[in-house]
């Protein structure tokens, strides 16, 4: 590895782990201009896709298009290697409509892999990390399991499921990070001899099956969108669907096969001990939690064009491989399919993000930054965003700026990482549009308009696109001009102008449409962003208002080191969750989950009259003291 070195070091940046966080971040580093390295244990499973061969989903899918607007990858190389798009609640509002890709997985990894060697002042190199090297509190660089040291200014830790991995088939269990790759237990050590917080976690894959061997007929074919949407706004040529999907449905006698089998599953037998994910269980849980179902769906998705593996989404399991077998044997149409691959189940090691700031960086080690799977979150998209925060908020550091940071109501980005940061997590977190009360906001569609600003800025996003989007803007202000300005009669009622008819909760932008041609050439997505827009004015400024309100509580200091035990009125319950959390603002004590409205006001009222104390009677109290 040739060491690009700057002043004392080695690299600026330092990225363990080419995963969907390590990759952006390296990405958006070198992009900035620092040198940066890129450390992975293989260089053949560079962002890999260790479970479903898909990208987005309900707000993932506005998690992958904030990426994009912020100049990251993920949503360009979802169009370059994908082979169906659907956008997900098309007949529903705009708030919930997400795109989502089904990828070729192999072709994701070499393109990606590829995009990365092109990037300037990026080096790949292919080790092992076995510990972050640290002195003074600060993060100075890694070794390697060969025992090399490497040096840097940041180093910023994406291992996913490798820390401490151990996968479960059975009551079979053994070391790795996912399927018998090898795990990372040293850095896992390492991490815990610098203090971290750690938990233990849980997640699981289904079986891959041969698609040979499958009877189709069974099975309900489920196409892509006519008209594919693109996941990027950097996007400009059509995208093509090139498989189907196929819906299929689990039966009684499947779950037979599961109930009898318990007592060989780690998860009922005890041997797992991690916590896994709610919303994305395995088919044994499902059993077990929902016995009224009669039968459980699951769709069978290909992993890509030039592999006859296919991924059974809804199947995942940790039960032995014969029991994976028998589940098949019963369901028809898999009786004779072929496990290519088995399912299984992994626990791993992660750390309490509440350990950090919300630029990512440890609040224990200096210019230490995690990102992904590492801080309790599960999910391609959810760590991609973080990589790419963690990429800029490291290099923005070194560069002596200001970290970047996204209040709830800019972007999913900042609800995902104060959730983090504030709330820490109990379980794999995973991106709801429900966890974003400034939803209405933040819409898949408009994720350009509310980041592309900063991407340019950062230069992540190139001066071509950043003028597409100028020419874009411009072409939707014309439209909502024209909408205002032009006055139609409907039926036999009072002239209206065609915005305060589009503004009816019957009329759709197409009803417009018949009316009148609009000044400009608008794309599908075009079209539905102007109808989003001008359905939701009022309830936007609603939002806007308690914004407002929101980030003036933010505003109020809560000072460092404060005795919550003094606070007359907290409860014991909350006098914990306050010294466990240590809010910095009486808005991110709101944050805290548990932490009732009425701690909330007893923690203002103290805070208020220990102002006045302090600035003494008559004397003006400085106001963000007591706003
Ligand atoms: C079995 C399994 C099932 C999953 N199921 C789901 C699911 O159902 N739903 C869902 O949303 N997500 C699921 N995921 C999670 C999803 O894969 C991750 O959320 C996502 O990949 C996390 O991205 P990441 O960048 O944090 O880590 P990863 O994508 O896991 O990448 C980590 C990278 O770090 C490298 N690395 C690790 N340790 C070291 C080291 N010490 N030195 C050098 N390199 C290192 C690895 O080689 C790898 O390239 C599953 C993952 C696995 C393994």
Redesign the pocket.
Known sequence: MNRKRSEAFDFDVIV???????CEAAYAASKMGLQALL????LE??A?????PAIGGLAKGHLVREVDALGGLMGLLADETGIQFRLLNRSRGGAVQAPRAQCDKALYRLTMKKRLEETPNLTLFQ????EVLVSGAKAKGVRTMDGNSISAKAVIL??????NGLIHMGLHSYPA??AN?PA?VE?SDSLKRLGLKMFRLK???PMRLDKHSIGWEVFTPQPGDEVPVPFSFRTRRALENKVLCHLGYTNARAHEVIQKNLDKSPLYSGKITGIG?RY?PSIEDKVVKFPHHERHQFFLEPEGLSTSEIYVNGL?SSLPFEVQKEILENIPGLESAKILRPA?G?EYDAVSPVELKHSLETRKIENLYL????NG????E??AAQ?LMAGINAALKIKKKAPLLFGRHEAYIGVLIDDLVTKGVEEPY?MFTSRAEHRLLLRADNADQRLIGYGFELGLIGKEDFRAYLEKKARLKRVFTFLQEKKVRVGNKEKISLRDWLKKPHVRIENVLKYAKLPVQLSDEERRAVEFEVKYEGYVRRQEKEIVRMRKMDRVKIPEGLNFREIPGLTREAVEKMESFRPKSVGQAKRIPGLTPAAIVNICLFLKARARKNSGKGRPVPRETLS
């Open positions: 363990v782990g080419a995963g969907h966080a390590g450390i992975t244990i293989h499973t560079v890999q896709m260790s479970c479903n080790a092992i990390v076995t994406s291992p996913g499921t490798f820390l990070g996912r790759e990372a850095l997640t699981g894959t994910p994305c995942s299984y992994i990102a992904g799977q590492i979150t599960s999910g391609y959810e760590a990589g995973r």
